[in-house]
């Protein structure tokens, strides 16, 4: 179970910036009628607890902050930031799991997630614990739009499309779990910069194939400083179980990549309001000053956190 604590991206990660590039491209009075997630296990609100895999997370702890304190598939002590994005727009304060057989059309109209825990741009990557491969999220979502306007017309569908907020953060597992994992197949192809470099063509024929299904508004989250991640600083342990600072600058220059694509985009694509969320700089924030979100950080909440990342982490500014 520890191995996966490594997908745990604390509910408040990407938050404030997300929300700030929200509100920089939503109109005035323009009101959001969904919000539409893509990605990994940052943003998996429980689609893995539908397929045949061992990347879940519908056990105790995970979830005891949840309302009512259930373990609903989050990688999470309780909401993830899509949740309180939906519920900050003024939609429910919940995205549900596409495959969550529980939910029907009627909700997933004002919310729906298609991310999976494990997942990447590579499809390699999701071959690895055998989870959703970013493609099939985008089938499913192909799927969602029939459904979709079958229930509420072709034109309140398309409205909804166009006007929806797509939350995408993804990437992370092509370089943990794929990249630098055995067998190692991607390091024996690509040397790092060219692996980025590939992940940044799957990412750009996405985000077209996104567009070209007429969504509009995306905001896209890169990798966060993987090497504080609790695996990686688990087994630091040359170090101390400090960050694993080549993980971190990977992150950084991979966000950097992702950060132009952004802007290529949307000279390229007329009507795209893609907006790149940094959740590297918050996090790493966070991580070295915690006392500084002060009301975020239940101490339950921080101590399980730490203990999970470092034994004798102490943050730098307590
Ligand atoms: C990933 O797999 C899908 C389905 O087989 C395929 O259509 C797609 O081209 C693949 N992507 C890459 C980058 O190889």
């Known amino acids: 179970m520890a191995h996966y604590w490594y997908f745990n991206i604390p509910t408040w990660l990407f938050l404030f910036q997300i929300l700030q590039a929200l509100l920089v491209e939503s109109k005035p009075n323009g009101k959001i009628p969904a919000v539409i997630v893509f990605g990994d296990s940052s943003v998996d609100s429980g689609n893995n607890n539908f397929i045949p895999t061992i990347a879940r997370s519908n056990f105790k702890p995970y979830g005891r902050d949840f309302l009512g304190g259930l373990p609903t598939g989050r990688f999470c002590n309780g909401r993830l930031p899509p949740d309180f994005i939906s519920e ?29 825990a494990g997942t990447g741009y590579d499809n390699a990557t999701s071959d690895v614990l055998g989870v959703i491969p970013l493609w099939k ?9 029939k459904k979709l306007r079958a229930y509420s017309g072709l034109e309140k569908a398309n409205n909804i499309i166009s006007e929806a907020l797509y939350l995408v953060s993804i990437g992370t597992n092509d370089f943990l779990e794929n990249y630098y994992s055995f067998p190692y197949t991607r390091q ?3 040397t790092v910069r060219q692996y980025e470099d590939f992940l940044i063509g799957i990412a750009g024929n996405f985000f077209e194939d996104l567009y070209d299904l007429g969504a509009r508004k995306i905001s896209l989250t890169g990798p966060p ?11 630091n342990i040359l170090e101390g179980q400090a960050c694993v600072e080549d993980k971190n600058n990977l992150a950084r220059e991979f966000n950097v990549k992702l950060k132009s694509l952004v802007e290529k985009l949307n000279k390229k694509l007329p009507g795209l309001e893609l907006v790149y969320s940094d959740a590297y700089d918050i996090f790493l924030d966070i991580i070295t000053r915690p006392s500084k979100y002060g009301k975020f950080f239940r101490p339950g909440l ?3 956190y730490y203990s999970t990342m470092q034994p004798n982490s102490q943050p730098l500014d307590d």
Do not use: W
Not at 137 to 145: C, L
Not at 225 to 235: F, N, S, V
């Open 302 to 304: 921080l101590n399980s």
């Open 137 to 145: 999220e985008v089938e499913y979502y192909k799927d969602y739009q």
């Open 188 to 190: 024996k192809q690509f």
């Open 88 to 116: 900050a727009v003024g939609l429910k304060p919940i995205v549900p799991a596409y495959l969550d057989p529980s939910y029907k059309i009627s909700d997933f109209a004002h919310g729906v997630c298609f991310a999976s």
């Open 225 to 235: 400083p993987m090497g504080c991640l609790p695996l990686q600083r688990a087994t």
